[in-house]
């Protein structure tokens, strides 16, 4: 029997889905329904192309409930800006959750990918960051610093923000951008500890191997939403810092500690081997506390999940509404 | 950089390849990559969907050389009939080994997996079953079972072909179907042992959880190509029968292992735990025997491999020659 799949471009995906309140509800709701256990989500499938010095990785989780699920494809290939391409691609399939026939395919290029990560960067604040959050910090300078501080103004409308990169352009130039983004004093930083010292929040969107943050810039009513690490021997922050914060909290227990900030902790002995950290879907539904009193360090580790990618899928089959080239078949 | 990502529909994608000498070489062409280690095959991501009582497989190979690679979606929904839809589903994406682009989507409702599992039940067929193959038996009465014959009648021009199923119906329309398509003599049987005595090759297609075949039934100068079983507890052929067999040949011996016939031979205690059957690929490329003689009985145990995929992808995409809708992303 012939059936419909709507085939959607980046360019129409920018037009149906941006970054709002309503957004991060949706994927607040994929961690709530992570940490009701109501979510199958298997390991990655991940393969390297050596020779291309390039990998793909594909996700999918099954949220129970939802009419749909996603299975999304991300390939990374790091010699691509030489031939002026994006290292980062990819698409989703949004197949029914009732019969398995693909209902739609979202080329995305990675923007959904962006807009979920950003997205659950602004679900952590809300639980984790001081109520009042006036100076906010962003390391690193890319796509995520952008998107991570528009999502994380929306639940902490910070009125200062402080960028840092290891490229002193680049840093000016997302400061620049946030600057008119957001409507707020942006400005570019050279001093890691200062911008750590000054803000109430942080995020880091780094891919580094070498913790970006210290142990010791750590201070009282300081959130750090650390969103870089998303596969082995990649560390943004000391592993110190992880046993000097009141409350540390993963997105995925298990998945943080092969590819986040408890890796390179457990690895140090600062974590007890075997101990479950509280997960952001057990803070959501209330099950495990947040943050206790204004004074407290948190630090948030995000590594992303399949759970996510299907929350956001199902939103955008619910909204797009005819948006798309429909194809037979 | 906007690019282009084709869209190729099952109708198109059947008017673009058939099952034919040339489509059987492409799938010899995988195999022999696989033996001389040009592969790269990571484990298949499976996710089941209790509730609707399905599955999704998500499979990938890289094989060196080729510059492009296939992510294939098999879902499964087995309640589908019920709604008038088949159980099996599915899409193959096709993208670029060397930056990871999408380069086409294969809406092909698993047209492209059906004609992949065929052709390798040729490979098998021909290096495997006796030279002179009159008379051929088939196991299962469904699309593969059609599939299967018409493979094997390529590459083994077999003057008489026998069909067995639980169902006669099925199997009379299997066998009147086949006959036309082959200009031969079909008949249905309903004495699966007496199949067996009169075939020099015969072929099971079924999902079967208890053998269909027996191994007294066994005899000089059988070929059997089993190619249903493909997950854990699936069984078609007794496991005294690759104990009485001169040979058996796997398509992948580590997943024959724990989804192929390999599987119940090992939990019986009749193949030598931690040894590596004979590969097809290394049987392909002459490193290892195939048959040996006409009198000899062989068994090719075909569980499906993503080299497979990447194999009839690459080829429909340097056949394709602008057939599909072109969306710009």
Redesign the interface.
């Known amino acids: ?1 012939a059936h419909d ?1 709507s ?1 959607v ?3 129409e995906l920018r037009g149906l889905v941006s970054l709002n309140g309503e957004l991060i509800e949706v994927i607040e709701s994929g961690f709530a329904a992570l940490a009701k256990g109501k979510v ?1 989500m ?8 050596e ?2 010095n ?1 990998e ?1 990785d ?1 996700k ?3 949220i ?1 409930g939802f009419d749909g ?1 996603a ?1 999304k ?1 991300s ?3 790091f010699d ?1 800006p030489k ?4 290292s980062l ?3 989703m ?1 949004f ?1 029914s ?6 209902q739609a ?1 979202f ?1 995305d ?1 990675g923007y959904l990918t962006d807009l979920r990560t950003a997205a659950a960067g602004a679900v952590a604040a809300k639980h984790l960051a001081p109520k009042e959050v006036r100076v906010a910090g962003v390391i690193g300078t890319g796509v995520q610093a952008r998107l991570q501080m528009q999502a994380a103004h929306l639940v902490r409308p910070f009125e200062r923000l402080l960028v840092f990169g290891r490229d002193m352009q680049k840093a000016a130039r997302c400061a620049a951008d946030l600057s008119e983004t957001l409507g707020i004093d942006c400005e570019m930083t050279t001093d890691a500890a200062d911008l750590v010292a000054q803000s109430q929040l942080v995020v880091t969107t780094t891919p580094a191997r070498e913790p970006v943050i210290k142990a010791e810039w750590l201070h009282k009513g300081l959130h750090i939403t650390a969103m870089g690490a998303d596969q082995a021997g990649k560390n943004e922050i000391d592993a110190n810092a992880l046993a000097k914060a009141d409350h540390y909290v993963a997105d995925n227990g298990s998945q943080c500690m092969v590819s986040g900030e408890l890796e390179a902790a457990l690895a140090a002995g600062v974590w007890p081997e075997g101990k479950m950290p509280t997960e952001l879907g057990d803070v959501v539904i209330g099950k495990a506390e947040g943050r206790r009193s204004e004074a407290d360090i948190t630090i948030c580790d995000l590594t992303g999940t399949g759970a996510q990618d299907t929350a956001i899928a199902t939103y955008v089959a619910q909204i797009m509404d005819g948006v798309g ?1 429909k ?3």
Do not use: D
């Open positions: 029997m799949v085939i471009t980046e360019a199958t298997p390991p990655i499938l991940s393969m390297e192309l020779k291309a390039g793909v594909v999918t989780a099954y129970e699920f299975i494809v390939p990374g290939f691509n031939l002026g391409l994006a691609n990819g698409l399939i197949m959750a009732k019969t398995g026939l693909v395919v080329l290029n080239t194809i037979s078949t």
